[in-house]
């Protein structure tokens, strides 16, 4: 599970973390964040979309690995996977639906924000965490403490991570992606403006290579 999850997190150093509305927005919201150069997304289950808009992008969006998010409980586990989510996040970590996923074998990335939750996971064989909520848990400081104390894990901040701090957590070794939504935020969603979100997407990759 381990290698699957490096190999997912590791094919953009920002994901977009999503909740729509509408799943007839999922196909070109997912195309428009490709051609900025973003080929992984996270769309929550918040809504009643959630599912159907992961389907969709599962089938028709070629350079897409769609995984789901808000993952509460193994219910929902169980539908995301069937709707064609390649990763599983969820916001906390509870032991059933640890069990579950373990069982299925998918790639896995719980949220944590304490060293007690960074335990539990361990003690689930997880090295790869979601930090949650970034910015009220500590930021980039609290990674760069949890990498001493933990030098075998890996991290994907997500929760106030945006253009202007986002290389203060890519620079951290512990710290393999970041989640956020300035790059495909709600109203642009809404307003259908797929070409703005390319372009915040392209200005956000090169800001990242910089």
């Known amino acids: 599970m381990?290698?699957?999850?490096?190999?997912?997190?590791?094919?953009?150093p920002i994901i977009p973390v999503v909740t729509l509305e509408r799943a007839e927005d999922a196909v070109p919201l997912a195309e428009a964040l490709v051609a900025g150069g973003i080929g992984v997304i996270e769309i929550t289950l918040r809504t009643e979309a959630g599912i159907k808009a992961i389907a969709e992008v599962a089938k028709n969006?070629?350079?897409?690995?769609?995984?789901?998010?808000?993952i509460t409980n193994a219910e929902q586990f169980k539908a995301a996977a069937g709707a064609g989510a390649e990763?599983?996040?969820s916001p906390g970590l509870t032991a059933k639906l640890a069990a579950e996923v373990i069982k299925e074998n998918t790639p896995f990335l719980p949220g944590v924000s304490t060293t007690t939750e960074i335990l539990h996971a361990m003690e689930h064989g997880l090295s790869f965490l979601k930090f949650f909520p970034?910015?009220?848990?500590?930021?980039?400081g609290a990674l760069k403490q949890f990498g001493g104390l933990f030098p075998n894990l890996k991290f994907c901040p997500t929760g106030g991570v945006n253009v202007d701090n986002v290389n203060d957590y890519l620079r951290l070794k512990n710290v393999v992606c970041v989640g956020g939504s300035w790059v495909s935020p709600d109203a642009l969603i809404n307003a259908k403006n797929w070409a703005e979100i390319t372009r915040l997407t392209a200005e956000a990759i090169a800001t990242v290579k910089r």
């Open 134 to 140: 970034a910015s009220l848990s500590g930021g980039p």
């Open 87 to 89: 990763f599983i996040v």
């Open 61 to 70: 969006v070629k350079g897409m690995t769609v995984g789901a998010g808000t």
């Open 2 to 12: 381990s290698a699957q999850l490096h190999t997912l997190l590791t094919k953009s």
